[in-house]
T-cell receptor, first 113, second 114 residues
Framework: DSGVTQTPKHLITATGQRVTLRCSPR?????VYWYQQSLDQGLQFLIQ???????AKGNILERFSAQQFPDLHSELNLSSLELGDSALYFCASSLAGALNEQFFGPGTRLTVL | AQTVTQSQPEMSVQEAETVTLSCTYDTSENNYYLFWYKQPPSRQMILVIRQEAYKQQNATENRFSVNFQKAAKSFSLKISDSQLGDTAMYFC???????????FGAGTRLTVKP
C-alpha cells in the first residue's frame, strides 16, 4: 500500500459524458501527478500540481482539467468523453518535486462505451 | 523530445536465474534521472530503482542493479536470483532535471518460471 488513494476504482460511462476522478496523496506529500495508461498510448504524464498550483503539463487534452485543493487532494475532470479515453488513470504523489520518489495510487479504470 | 525505447516486449526467466532488461533513451539533456518501475498484475506502479545521470556509479537495490551507459544512452536493469514475485511489466522512465514530464518506455513483460 503506497498511501495514495484513488476513487473510484472503476468507472463506466458513455461517450459525451463528464467524470471526475479523485486522488488523496500520502500524508505530507505536496505534489500530485496524474498519468494515463492506455493500450495504444502507453503510460503518459498528464499534469502535476504542487501545493495547489499547477507545476507541469504533459500530454493533457483540452477536454481534461485538474485541480488540487487546500487539503492537497486532487481531482481530474474528463469531459466530452470519447471511446479513446478508456484507460487506467494513475495518481502519484511525492514530497515535493518529481525528483523525489513518486508513490503511485492503485489507479481508476475508466471505460467509455 | 525525449523518447524511451524498450526493445523487448516480453521476456522470461527461470526462477533463481538472472535476467537483463534493456532500455535506451534519446535526449539532448545532460542532467536527468532514470527509473525502472514495476507493474505487477495488481497494476500498482512500484519504483524499483533510480539513477542520477551525474553519478557514474551504477545504482543497486538488493537483487536489482542497473548498467548505466551515459554515452550510449543505455540503462539496463539486471535482476539476480529471480523470484516468482518478480513477474510483472517493467517500465523504464526518463525525467529531465528541469522538467516534471516523465517519459516512459512501452514496457517489458517479464515472466519468472518455476
Amino acid at each position: 500500500d503506497s498511501g495514495v488513494t484513488q476513487t473510484p476504482k472503476h468507472l463506466i460511462t458513455a461517450t459525451g459524458q463528464r467524470v471526475t476522478l479523485r486522488c488523496s496523496p500520502r500524508s505530507g506529500d505536496l505534489s500530485v501527478y496524474w498519468y494515463q495508461q492506455s493500450l495504444d498510448q502507453g503510460l503518459q504524464f498528464l499534469i502535476q500540481y504542487y501545493n495547489g498550483e499547477e507545476r507541469a503539463k504533459g500530454n493533457i487534452l483540452e477536454r481534461f482539467s485538474a485541480q488540487q485543493f487546500p487539503d492537497l487532494h486532487s481531482e481530474l475532470n474528463l469531459s466530452s468523453l470519447e471511446l479513446g479515453d478508456s484507460a487506467l488513470y494513475f495518481c502519484a504523489s511525492s514530497l515535493a518535486g518529481a525528483l523525489n520518489e513518486q508513490f503511485f495510487g492503485p489507479g481508476t479504470r475508466l471505460t467509455v462505451l | 523530445a525525449q523518447t524511451v525505447t524498450q526493445s523487448q516486449p516480453e521476456m522470461s526467466v527461470q526462477e533463481a536465474e538472472t535476467v537483463t532488461l534493456s532500455c535506451t533513451y534519446d535526449t539532448s539533456e545532460n542532467n536527468y534521472y532514470l527509473f525502472w518501475y514495476k507493474q505487477p498484475p495488481s497494476r500498482q506502479m512500484i519504483l524499483v530503482i533510480r539513477q542520477e545521470a551525474y553519478k557514474q556509479q551504477n545504482a543497486t537495490e538488493n537483487r536489482f542493479s542497473v548498467n548505466f551507459q551515459k554515452a550510449a544512452k543505455s540503462f539496463s536493469l539486471k535482476i539476480s536470483d529471480s523470484q516468482l514475485g518478480d513477474t510483472a511489466m517493467y517500465f523504464c522512465a526518463f525525467l529531465p532535471y528541469n522538467n516534471n514530464d516523465m517519459r516512459f518506455g512501452a514496457g517489458t513483460r517479464l515472466t519468472v518460471k518455476p
